[in-house]
């Protein structure tokens, strides 16, 4: 990448998330069933960790199922799981040796016991990778999540008192995850679609109309460039961040 392009490093965002949108009109609009676009939609991750890797992101959070989801098709649904079980099976070991960190955030009980022994196995193969911590949302809302979170504490015999804003954190699937920085929505939808609705409170958002299959590393970095110029004051005035 051109060095004068580069946006400064303390203006890279240090978590980037993306609600990973159009695969079915990307599909559509070639004829094709939209399964293919599902399938098309795995094609440029390779393209887009690169890209991460480039710009310096640390943290990727890509939402791939949600839990409103289960509710298409059935053979959209077998369809959307055999992709994630063939994306495991071939690109673990590069993204191993390339120090990815695998996280998955969601929950496993409703999957396929294959599918689930392969998340978990991928998890842990990978625990101990810090180059980039790539988190899969799969089976995710963050209506359930915060639902699970409030069940475990009181299961915890947390009391009131003790709630706060750092503990509701702690007991998030996104626990130890810096809140995403960035929110990257592809497909021109202009919704949050119930992700990272606690994480997001702070979140840039930047809506691209390009559907994911044509996300690519340059797309990813013209939102990168976007979110460089915005200014987050979280409820100060402009004197008091600059
Ligand atoms: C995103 O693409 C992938 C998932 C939600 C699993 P869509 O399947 O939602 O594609 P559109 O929105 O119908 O084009
Ligand atoms: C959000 O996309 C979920 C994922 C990208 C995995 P949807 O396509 O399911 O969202 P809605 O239904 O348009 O809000
Ligand atoms: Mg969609």
Same mark, same amino acid.
């Given at each position: 990448?051109?060095? %004068? ?7 890279? *965002? ?7 949108? #159009?695969? =079915? ?5 070639? $004829?094709?069933?939209?399964?293919? $676009?599902?399938?098309? #939609? ?7 960790? %690169?890209?991460? #890797?480039?710009? $310096?992101?640390?943290?990727? /959070? @890509? ?7 289960? =509710? ?19 690109? @673990? ?13 969601? @929950? ?17 193969? +990978? ?6 911590? @790539? ?10 999540? &915060? ?16 709630? /706060? ?8 699937? /996104? ?8 929110? &990257?929505?592809?497909? $021109? %939808?202009? !919704? ?15 809506? /691209? *109309? ?18 460089? +110029?915005?200014? !987050? ?10």
């Amino acid at each position: 990448m051109d060095n %004068e392009k580069r946006p400064k490093p303390e203006k890279i *965002p240090t978590h980037v998330a993306i609600i990973m949108d #159009g695969n =079915g009109r990307w599909a559509l609009a070639r $004829g094709l069933p939209r399964i293919a $676009g599902h399938r098309a #939609g795995t094609e440029n991750l390779r393209r887009v960790l %690169e890209g991460c #890797g480039e710009l $310096g992101i640390k943290y990727l /959070t @890509l939402y791939a199922f949600s839990t409103e989801n289960w =509710g298409r098709p059935a053979e959209e649904v077998r369809g959307l799981m055999s992709i994630l079980e063939d994306v495991i099976d071939s690109e @673990l070991e590069e993204l191993h040796q390339e120090g990815v960190q695998l996280r998955h955030i969601g @929950l496993l009980d409703q999957l396929e016991p294959r599918l689930r022994e392969k998340v978990k196995y991928a998890v842990e193969l +990978t625990k101990n990778n810090d180059r980039l911590i @790539l988190n899969i949302a799969f089976n995710y809302g963050g209506r359930d999540e &915060i639902v699970h979170a409030i069940r475990h504490m009181i299961r915890d015999g947390v009391k009131a008192e003790e709630v /706060t804003d750092e503990l509701v954190s702690r007991y998030l699937f /996104t626990s130890g995850v810096p809140d995403p920085d960035l929110v &990257i929505r592809t497909s $021109g %939808e202009l !919704r949050i679609s119930n992700f990272l609705i606690w994480q997001a409170a702070y979140a840039e958002w930047y809506f /691209t *109309p390009v559907y994911w299959p044509d996300f690519d590393k340059d797309e990813l970095r013209k939102a990168v460039e976007e979110y460089s +110029t915005r200014e !987050r004051r979280y409820g100060l005035v402009s004197a008091q961040v600059s």
